[in-house]
């Protein structure tokens, strides 16, 4: 190779030719004299610098040599367009025209043949414009129409392709090619339609007795209807027909058969001249095997009794196309209004839910990772949400009756039903999915929907979407990312479970009109229809977005708070936390688009008061819904992290412990969220509610510590000990109780004992205050009671003296009171020594002297007959009744007394174990065992389940029915149950009262 040759090569190379050599030998071809200037080693008459913007460069160079050579041999004729040296001047010079016609055949060889076949046509493209579908299908018919030498068919292909060299043109050169997506898209589907009147013209013309006999109109379905055509796609089409004069139906649908037959023959057939597209009319009602005509009512009559649900869908991008227009437009008016109800069928959405599924099931395992259309991620998961969206919202909203997929999405998004930030993710991935499809269809005019795998593909496919550096390593990271987004975006869109209640709700019902909604109140038994009225004005009121949304939601809500016992409570509490909410980007969305979040608020809220105060007070917590795992309480250690950190950022004293409380706050309604919605049994409310409860003293005697070394300007002079007692102590804290516990210290060694007390008091002093305090949190009570010599003891004893005391001067009832003591809060040291004094009192070594058996018999006969309130029932009562809390709890802790210093398993601060412990050890029959558990178990639920209905503690079976009917929805059960549930409760309770009187009574 010379020096020159070397020269050229490397030029072109440089401007991404990828076969240089072979480009230098064509631009020395004589076919491209006039364009270049052989001599010339820079270009620098552009002509090589045009070609290599395109997408291939050396595809445009060999069809451009091949071009001129045709035009060079076509007879020379007057009219301008076929005039050579207009051509070389358009080439030679950077311009539109330049730029249009060597991007044409850059990207499409088979557009770059037609044009080889028909070079006069390069008109069409240098000076192309955009084009109303009736000038299309002026030029179409003019050109099946006109006296020539070619069928009428022929003709049909030519111009067709005439017409697409400007469409593709015009695209190709757009300077943003994702934003004129949507006018190529239309174009080309008007282009489809004017070929469709074209071939109703031939099919006419061949067969004017059966155009006399049947009226027939042409729908176009799928994207011909959309107005959102590929390059090349499959024309889905519905044909309907109607007869003409006295011609009977039959032999009217049988002529307009013909006619649609000849119809799909002149656009699908395969002649000289190529073909069009396949026109597809397997659509119709029974696809197939049903005719290929029908009449308006036929296709009525179908539609009204056997139509299926995916046949509904389809019709959404109806639209007369061809044909007889008024027919065509009778026809979508007709059936236009099924479509709009279609949502309401039972199991529509799961319909179209398992539809898509089976799409993607049977897409041939070898294409799925490279389909572009039916795969994950692809173009029908954005087209299946965005219709499912539709139809199910559009009865109400006519607002998003639009057959075209992004006109769709855009409306959705206005109308509050998708997200914005959802919408331009959609957008923009459906506008990248489909013009990488078209640039893929436009190299062969071929219907494929696959991303290439060849390196020279890829390579001209990333060029013709604009990238240079890496071009097949660029297009295909962003198609998989894009993929990745809608797929992420259609599971949680197509599968939103909002969309099933609301297909299930008549229009009327998802609308709200007023007076629509306030006999639906009334129906679902609001006791206050017109205040509930009220507060449904003022949510959907105005044309805010966040209204938009409430509109979405509060109809389907509305049901939701009905199925629980006290529904105006629920939308009372719903409406607070949205004015707290409502400006908050995420608060609505989540509801709208985050799995069952919006169902669960609805039912926590209409079930418990309780969660209602607590969310209404910190009205960020209802993200715990819409988190995956943000119903799984937080450990105690994560609790404390942040209750330290809270208060870190508050001075020592009062605000710094409300920090705390606020984040005590929010975990109470974690926790009351879990447990309404199934996520938590007692056990795990028990420890949750304990773990929280430790947190606090923790972090909040820490503070209290601090306050009290900054008032007195020195480090205390002794240790601190929280220990907690009853409930607390077994760890089964319910949500209304109070924190049963002792206060222990210890001074250091060489301290003033006195000084010690006062310092150890004040701090004691200020926990107690700063827990109880006043304030928008919940208070902590701190009930000290079981301390020696009870309330009228000192608050805090030292350790020495707890030791004192227990030899001197305990009672049997303290010992019992031991049985649950734990360490909750202080320093560790102090514990175990706090326990190795106490457990010898707890588990006596020598167990019970039979006085003692006596007197904690005598004790329990007199609570029974003492504390219950006078008049109460003893039957009913959850904690001192027959049966209840106290009868469990002190026939275990009876055995605990007598046997804990041999049996091991005894020596357990929880009921429920204890009492595994005594069955398995033969103390009590493993009969009672069951009855004693079920009855503690059933109180303690009752009794959580009456302080989450109505935020205040139960304690006795309530005597009011809507109480007991909300406790029983509390525990799950079905509306109306509060009766069934107390019967239950009565008759657990008779037989663990059996079992009672003989493990504990001896009788």
């Given at each position: 190779?010379?020096?020159?040759?070397s020269?050229?090569?490397?030029?072109?190379?440089?401007?991404?030719?990828?076969?240089?050599?072979?480009?230098?030998?064509?631009?020395?071809e004589?076919?491209?004299?006039?364009?270049?200037?052989?001599l010339?080693?820079?270009f620098?008459?552009g002509?090589?610098?045009?070609?290599?913007?395109?997408?291939d460069?050396?595809?445009a160079?060999?069809?451009?040599?091949r071009?001129?050579?045709?035009?060079?041999?076509s007879p020379a004729?007057?009219?301008?367009?076929?005039?050579?040296?207009?051509?070389?001047?358009?080439?030679?010079?950077?311009?539109?025209?330049?730029?249009r016609?060597l991007?044409?055949?850059?990207?499409?060889?088979?557009?770059g043949?037609?044009?080889?076949?028909?070079?006069?046509?390069?008109?069409?493209?240098?000076d192309?414009?955009?084009?109303?579908?009736?000038?299309?299908?002026?030029?179409?018919l003019?050109?099946?129409?006109?006296?020539?030498?070619?069928?009428?068919?022929?003709?049909l292909?030519i111009?067709?392709?005439?017409?697409?060299?400007?469409?593709a043109?015009?695209?190709?050169?757009?300077?943003?090619?994702?934003?004129?997506?949507?006018?190529?898209?239309?174009?080309?589907?008007?282009l489809?339609?004017?070929a469709?009147?074209?071939?109703?013209?031939?099919?006419?013309?061949?067969?004017?007795?059966?155009?006399?006999?049947?009226?027939?109109?042409?729908?176009?379905?799928?994207?011909?209807?959309?107005r959102?055509?590929?390059?090349?796609s499959?024309?889905?089409?519905?044909?309907?027909?109607?007869?003409?004069?006295?011609?009977?139906?039959?032999?009217?649908?049988?002529a307009?058969?013909?006619?649609?037959?000849?119809l799909?023959?002149?656009c699908?057939?395969?002649?000289?001249?190529?073909?069009?597209?396949?026109?597809?009319?397997a659509?119709?009602?029974?696809?197939?095997?049903?005719?290929?005509?029908?009449?308006?009512?036929s296709?009525?009559?179908?539609?009204?009794?056997?139509?299926?649900?995916?046949?509904?869908?389809?019709l959404?991008?109806?639209?007369?196309?061809?044909?007889?227009?008024?027919?065509?437009?009778?026809?979508?008016?007709?059936?236009?209004?099924?479509?709009?109800?279609?949502?309401?069928?039972?199991?529509?959405v799961?319909?179209?839910?398992?539809?898509?599924r089976?799409?993607?099931?049977?897409?041939?395992?070898a294409?799925a990772?490279?389909?572009?259309?039916?795969?994950?991620?692809?173009?029908?998961?954005?087209?299946?949400?965005?219709?499912?969206?539709?139809?199910?919202?559009?009865?109400?909203?006519p607002?998003?009756?639009?057959g075209?997929?992004?006109?769709?999405?855009?409306?959705?998004?206005?109308?509050?039903?998708?997200?914005?930030?959802?919408?331009?993710?959609l957008?923009?991935?459906?506008?990248?999915l489909?013009?990488?499809?078209?640039?893929?269809?436009?190299?062969r005019?071929?219907?494929?929907?696959?991303?290439p795998?060849?390196?020279?593909?890829?390579?001209?496919l990333?060029?013709?979407?604009?990238?240079?550096?890496?071009?097949?390593?660029?297009?295909?990271?962003?198609?998989q990312?894009?993929?990745r987004?809608?797929?992420?975006?259609?599971?949680?869109?197509?599968?939103?479970?909002?969309?099933?209640?609301?297909?299930?709700?008549?229009?009327?019902?998802?609308?709200l009109?007023?007076?629509?909604?306030?006999?639906r109140?009334?129906?679902?038994?609001?006791?206050?229809?017109?205040?509930a009225?009220?507060?449904?004005?003022?949510?959907?009121?105005?044309?805010?977005?966040?209204?938009?949304?409430?509109?979405?939601?509060?109809?389907?809500?509305?049901?939701?708070?009905?199925?629980?016992?006290?529904?105006?409570?629920g939308?009372?509490?719903?409406?607070?936390?949205?004015?707290?909410?409502?400006?908050s980007?995420?608060?609505?969305?989540?509801?709208r688009?985050?799995?069952t979040?919006?169902?669960?608020l609805?039912?926590?809220?209409?079930?418990?008061?309780?969660?209602?105060?607590?969310?209404?007070?910190?009205?960020e917590?209802?993200?715990?819904?819409?988190?995956?795992?943000?119903l799984?309480?937080?450990?105690?250690?994560?609790?404390?992290?942040?209750?330290?950190?809270?208060?870190?950022?508050r001075?020592?004293?009062?605000s710094?412990?409300?920090?705390?409380?606020?984040v005590?706050?929010?975990?109470?309604?974690?926790?009351?969220?879990?447990?309404?919605?199934?996520?938590?049994?007692?056990?795990?409310?028990?420890?949750?509610?304990?773990?929280?409860?430790?947190?606090?003293?923790?972090?909040?005697?820490?503070?209290?510590?601090?306050?009290?070394?900054?008032?007195?300007?020195?480090?205390?002079?002794?240790?601190?000990?929280?220990?907690?007692?009853?409930?607390?102590?077994?760890?089964?804290?319910?949500?209304?109780?109070?924190?049963?516990v002792?206060?222990?210290?210890e001074?250091?060694?060489?301290?003033d004992?006195?000084?010690a007390?006062?310092e150890?008091?004040?701090?004691?002093?200020?926990?107690?205050?700063?827990l109880?305090?006043?304030?928008?949190?919940?208070?902590?009570?701190?009930?000290?009671?079981?301390r020696?010599?009870?309330?009228?003891?000192?608050?805090?004893?030292?350790?020495?003296?707890?030791?004192?005391?227990?030899?001197?001067?305990s009672?049997?009832?303290?010992?019992?009171?031991?049985?649950?003591?734990?360490?909750?809060?202080?320093?560790?040291?102090?514990?175990?020594?706090?326990?190795?004094?106490?457990?010898?009192?707890?588990?006596?070594?020598?167990?019970?002297?039979?006085?003692?058996?006596?007197?904690?018999r005598?004790?329990?006969?007199?609570?029974?007959?003492?504390?219950?309130?006078?008049?109460?029932?003893r039957?009913?009562?959850?904690?001192?009744?027959?049966?209840?809390?106290?009868?469990?709890?002190?026939?275990?802790?009876?055995?605990?007394?007598?046997?804990?210093?041999?049996?091991?398993?005894?020596?357990?601060?929880?009921?429920?174990?204890?009492?595994?412990?005594c069955?398995?050890?033969?103390?009590i029959?493993?009969?009672?065992?069951?009855?004693l558990?079920?009855a503690?178990v059933?109180?303690?639920?009752?009794?959580?389940?009456?302080?989450?209905?109505?935020?205040?503690?139960?304690?006795?079976?309530?005597?009011?029915?809507?109480?007991?009917?909300?406790?029983?929805?509390?525990?799950?059960?079905?509306?109306?149950?509060?009766?069934?549930?107390?019967?239950?409760?009565?008759?657990?309770?008779r037989?663990?009262?059996?079992?009672?009187?003989?493990?504990?009574?001896?009788?």
């Open positions: 190779m010379n020096h020159r040759s020269s050229v090569a490397g030029s072109l190379a440089r401007l991404g030719f990828a076969d240089p050599g072979r480009a230098a030998t064509l631009l020395a004589p076919a491209l004299g006039g364009l270049v200037d052989p010339d080693d820079v620098a008459d002509l090589p610098e045009a070609l290599a913007a395109v997408a460069p050396d595809l160079l060999l069809c451009l040599v071009f001129m050579e045709s035009l060079r041999r004729r007057e009219d301008e367009s076929h005039d050579t040296a207009y051509l070389l001047s358009t080439l030679r010079r950077a311009g539109r025209g330049r730029d016609l991007a044409v055949v850059g990207a499409s060889a088979a557009l043949d037609h044009l080889v076949a028909h070079p006069t046509h390069w008109r069409a493209v240098a192309a414009e955009p084009m109303a579908v009736a000038d299309r299908k002026s030029r179409l003019s050109a099946v129409g006109a006296p020539r030498r070619i069928t009428p068919d022929d003709a292909r111009e067709y392709r005439r017409q697409l060299l400007g469409i043109a015009l695209d190709l050169t757009a300077p943003d090619a994702f934003a004129a997506l949507p006018t190529t898209a239309a174009a080309l589907a008007d489809a339609e004017a469709l009147e074209a071939a109703y013209a031939i099919a006419v013309a061949d067969l004017p007795a059966e155009a006399t006999a049947c009226r027939l109109a042409v729908i176009g379905m799928g994207k011909t209807g959309g959102e055509l590929n390059y090349v499959d024309v889905d089409v519905i044909f309907v027909g109607e007869p003409l004069g006295d011609v009977g139906e039959q032999e009217a649908m049988q307009g058969g013909r006619l649609a037959t000849r799909i023959r002149a699908s057939a395969t002649t000289p001249h190529g073909t069009l597209w396949p026109v597809d009319a659509l119709r009602p029974e696809g197939g095997a049903g005719p290929l005509v029908r009449t308006v009512a296709h009525r009559a179908y539609y009204e009794r056997w139509a299926k649900t995916w046949e509904f869908q389809a959404l991008k109806a639209r007369a196309v061809a044909g007889d227009r008024a027919l065509g437009e009778e026809y979508v008016a007709t059936l236009s209004p099924m479509v709009w109800q279609a949502a309401g069928r039972a199991g529509f799961e319909d179209v839910q398992s539809m898509r089976r799409v993607e099931e049977h897409v041939p395992a294409e990772p490279r389909q572009l259309k039916l795969g994950r991620g692809g173009l029908r998961d954005v087209e299946f949400s965005v219709q499912l969206l539709q139809l199910v919202h559009g009865r109400s909203d607002r998003l009756r639009s075209t997929t992004l006109d769709a999405l855009a409306a959705l998004s206005a109308g509050g039903y998708v997200g914005r930030d959802d919408r331009e993710v957008d923009a991935a459906y506008r990248f489909r013009t990488l499809e078209h640039r893929i269809q436009l190299f005019l071929r219907r494929t929907h696959l991303m795998t060849g390196a020279a593909d890829l390579r001209r990333g060029r013709a979407l604009g990238y240079r550096q890496d071009p097949e390593g660029a297009v295909v990271e962003r198609w990312s894009q993929a987004e809608v797929r992420r975006l259609h599971e949680r869109l197509f599968y939103r479970p909002l969309l099933s209640a609301v297909a299930r709700l008549s229009s009327e019902q998802a609308r009109a007023p007076d629509a909604a306030r006999e109140l009334s129906a679902l038994g609001y006791r206050d229809p017109a205040g009225l009220r507060h449904l004005e003022v949510l959907t009121a105005g044309l805010s977005r966040r209204a938009a949304i409430q509109r979405t939601l509060l109809p389907v809500m509305l049901g939701w708070f009905a199925d629980e016992a006290d529904p105006d409570m939308l009372l509490a719903f409406r607070k936390v949205s004015d707290e909410l409502g400006s980007h995420w608060y609505l969305k989540m509801l688009d985050e799995g979040s919006a169902e669960r609805a039912h926590i809220l209409a079930r418990s008061g309780y969660a209602g105060d607590l969310l209404v007070g910190a009205p917590c209802v993200q715990f819904l819409g988190d995956p795992s943000g799984v309480p937080l450990s105690r250690g994560d609790l404390l992290a942040r209750m330290r950190s809270a208060g870190s950022r001075p020592p004293g009062e710094a412990v409300a920090a705390m409380r606020a005590r706050r929010a975990e109470l309604f974690r926790i009351a969220a879990a447990d309404l919605d199934g996520h938590l049994d007692l056990d795990g409310v028990a420890g949750a509610l304990t773990d929280l409860t430790a947190a606090l003293l923790e972090s909040a005697l820490e503070v209290c510590i601090a306050e009290v070394e900054a008032r007195r300007g020195s480090p205390l002079s002794t240790r601190l000990l929280i220990v907690g007692m009853g409930r607390l102590g077994g760890g089964e804290v319910g949500y209304g109780s109070d924190a049963d002792l206060f222990v210290h001074p250091l060694p060489g301290a004992e006195h000084v007390l006062e150890a008091t004040e701090v004691v002093r200020g926990l107690t205050h700063h109880s305090a006043h304030s928008a949190e919940p208070p902590v009570g701190l009930d000290a009671d079981l020696p010599e009870g309330k009228n003891g000192p608050i805090i004893r030292s350790l020495a003296s707890y030791r004192a005391y227990y030899e001197r001067w009672l049997v009832w303290e010992a019992q009171a031991l049985l649950r003591a734990t360490p909750m809060a202080g320093e560790q040291g102090l514990a175990e020594r706090f326990l190795a004094l106490v457990d010898p009192i707890r588990w006596p070594a020598r167990g019970l002297e039979p006085a003692q058996v006596r007197e904690i005598r004790l329990k006969a007199r609570m029974e007959a003492e504390r219950i309130p006078r008049g109460g029932d039957r009913r009562h959850f904690k001192l009744g027959q049966g209840g809390l106290s009868d469990v709890e002190w026939t275990v802790q009876l055995q605990q007394l007598e046997h804990a210093h041999v049996l091991e398993g005894l020596r357990t601060t929880g009921t429920t174990s204890a009492l595994d412990a069955v398995e050890a033969g103390l029959e493993p009969g009672a065992g069951v009855a558990r079920e503690w059933l109180a303690s639920r009752m009794r959580n389940a009456g302080t989450l209905w109505h935020g205040r503690s139960f304690e006795s079976l309530p005597s009011q029915t809507v109480d007991a009917n909300g406790i029983a929805r509390v525990l799950g059960l079905p509306p109306g149950s509060g009766q069934e549930l107390g019967e239950r409760y009565l008759r657990v309770a037989h663990a009262r059996a079992a009672v009187m003989a493990a504990f009574y001896g009788r």
